[in-house]
């Protein structure tokens, strides 16, 4: 079974520039976050997804950043226009659908991330 | 506001000793505390975790300590081998508020020396 798969691995923009980031979750699963850490920082929530709509987005910085999930299956995240201090590593995460993860066995599975340098 | 709080930042164990990590954590809210392991170039992956209503859980080699009145939580890594060499993130979330709505602690690199 494939994990988590996200695409590109690796982005180096110039300040300004658009990176559009690229989740493939597990197949199947309902939920899909966006988590990202910037250099010497906690890693940290951003959003949440259930199927198509967007469950929780507390964690999204500002409007730069744009987050969809067309049809329940991928996701992109859209960086326009990027600074400096997005420059990090962005990972996409997922779990089968339902509440209360712990109580039903379930697992947020994490890809490999997408690491972003804005220069 | 880090609302999670973990140490060491790094720790150095030889092979065979008990690697001992530990988080604190502020909000009473919160209901699932899982320990996640991440190795280079790989994303986290889940290791083991526990609800407020217990305070052990083991799996093997790994268990967390809970303890609720003082808001910490440990993990303890028994007869610490070489592959166990990755950083260790452990977190908290309000699981009956915002699923998924993980808020970690910065990070523990483990190094196990042969």
């Known amino acids: 079974e494939a994990g988590v798969t996200q695409f590109p691995s690796h982005s180096v923009i110039e300040k300004g520039q658009t990176v559009t980031l690229r989740c493939d979750p597990i197949?199947?699963?309902?939920?899909l976050y966006w988590y990202r850490r910037v250099m010497g920082k906690e890693i940290k929530f951003l959003l949440h997804?259930?199927?198509?709509?967007?469950?929780?987005e507390s964690g999204m910085p500002n409007n730069r950043f744009l987050a969809e999930r067309t049809g329940g299956t991928y996701s992109t995240l859209k960086v326009q226009p990027a600074e400096l201090e997005d420059s990090g590593v962005y990972f996409c995460?997922?779990?089968?659908?339902?509440?209360?993860?712990?109580?039903?066995?379930?697992?947020?599975?994490f890809g490999e991330g997408s690491w972003l340098t804005v220069v | 506001q880090q609302q999670v709080k973990q140490s060491p930042q790094s720790l150095i164990v030889q092979k065979g000793g008990i690697s001992i990590i530990n988080c604190a954590y502020e909000n009473t809210a919160f209901d699932y505390f899982p320990w996640y392991q991440q190795f280079p170039g790989k994303g986290p992956a889940l290791l083991i975790a526990?609800?407020?209503?217990?305070s052990e859980k083991k799996e093997g080699r790994f268990t967390i300590s809970f303890n609720k009145s003082a808001k910490q939580f440990s993990l303890h890594i028994m007869d610490s081998q070489p592959g166990d060499s990755a950083t260790y993130f452990c977190a908290a979330s309000n699981e009956g508020g915002s699923q998924g709505n993980l808020i970690f602690g910065k990070g523990t690199k483990l190094s196990v020396k042969p």
């Open positions: 197949s199947g699963h309902d939920n």
């Open positions: 995460a997922s779990s089968q659908g339902g509440p209360y993860l712990y109580l039903r066995g379930n697992t947020i599975y």
């Open positions: 997804f259930v199927k198509e709509s967007k469950q929780d």
């Open positions: 526990i609800r407020p209503d217990v």
